[in-house]
């Protein structure tokens, strides 16, 4: 008896250990390329299937009601070093201004897990399909994913769903700032507004908010330095910061002043999150923040944007030399 509940015990552990790295899902994240002359970020979706190491499905890149780019993908999967390759295969279904074509890219992934909350990141490359041409030549191209759920329907539906959705989001109108920002800029002095903040309404569902990740670095430094403003307005915005699950900050006002820290990027998770949660709307919804990352002599602005209804994410996956 004893002897069957070891094995029963190690059954289960192994189904377990084994579950928690698959890769079939709905992922959802960013894809972005950076030089020095600029960082430009872009929406990207996948949905995978997955048989022992062959994995297939579709991706979907998005930027606006103009632009989007839907592929088929494969690739295959190695449980032990916890990578995936996936490339985009076939004719692609896309919407583009003139004189843009589609970039046919391979992703090469890392799979990490940061408390609940998995992960797919690492760096991508491509090719034009127009001509045997590379796409963003000398550019640091870097991909971001988090496993948002299991697939809830086939990949012969995909493209019906991903289309039906992206459409009747961009009717209503965009609120969220550019994306394509410059790579080095000081930031704009904080207008101290003397409104009266916003009452609050009491959050009881922090664990439900969907985790918006909106903007990807990768650092070759193992330390990093942050500094978070009030983003243009000061209205009384009030935030929590975690970095990889744990508080950093906790409940503090943004200004023009600066809340600074420190993170150190070797991660046992292999990858480091921070999550701004919204403890208000301040006076102007949403909560919005400037924060401002430096690391490698280098300097980068994220705009931040966060609610009752999401948490805004930074991912930063390490490449030391």
């Keep these: 008896m004893l002897h069957f509940l070891q094995c029963l015990f190690i059954t289960v552990i192994c189904l377990s250990t084994a579950s928690a790295q698959r890769v079939e899902g709905i992922w959802s994240g960013k894809i972005s390329r950076s030089s020095s002359i600029g960082h430009g970020v872009e929406s990207l979706d996948v949905q995978l299937y997955q048989s022992g190491r062959s994995v297939w499905g579709s991706t979907f890149v998005f930027k606006d009601s103009a632009r989007f780019v839907l592929f088929r993908a494969e690739g295959r999967r190695n449980k032990k070093d916890k990578t995936l390759e996936l490339s985009e295969t076939g004719t692609p279904i896309y919407l583009l201004p003139r004189d843009f074509f589609p970039c046919s890219k391979i992703y090469t992934l890392q799979w990490y897990k940061v408390g609940r909350t998995q992960y797919l990141a690492g760096k991508w490359s491509g090719m034009g399909i127009d001509a045997d041409t590379s796409c963003f030549p000398g550019e640091d191209l870097v991909v971001v994913l988090q496993k948002v ?11 019906g769903v991903k ?55 990768t650092i070759k430094d193992s330390l990093a330095h942050i500094v978070l403003y009030d983003n243009a307005i000061v209205d009384d915005d009030t935030v929590t910061i975690f970095v990889n699950k744990k508080p950093v900050l906790v409940k503090e006002r943004l200004t023009d002043k600066g809340l600074h820290f420190d993170i150190n990027l070797n991660s046992p998770d292999g990858i480091t999150e921070i999550i701004m949660q919204a403890e208000n709307l301040g006076s ?14 280098k300097r980068y602005e994220a705009r931040l944007r966060a609610g009752f209804e999401k948490h805004a994410v930074i991912v930063i996956t390490r490449a030391p030399d």
């Design 149 to 159: 759920k299991d697939p809830e329907y086939s990949p012969e539906q995909f493209l």
């Design 163 to 217: 289309l039906t959705s992206f459409f009747q989001k961009m009717r209503k109108p965009d609120t969220d700032p550019d994306t394509l920002a410059p790579a080095i800029t000081d930031p704009a002095p904080a207008i101290t507004e003397p409104a009266p903040a916003a009452e609050a309404v009491e959050d009881k569902t922090l664990a439900n908010r969907k985790q918006d990740i909106q903007h990807i670095l």
């Design 284 to 297: 102007i919804p949403p909560n919005t923040a400037l924060m401002v990352i430096t690391y490698d002599n």
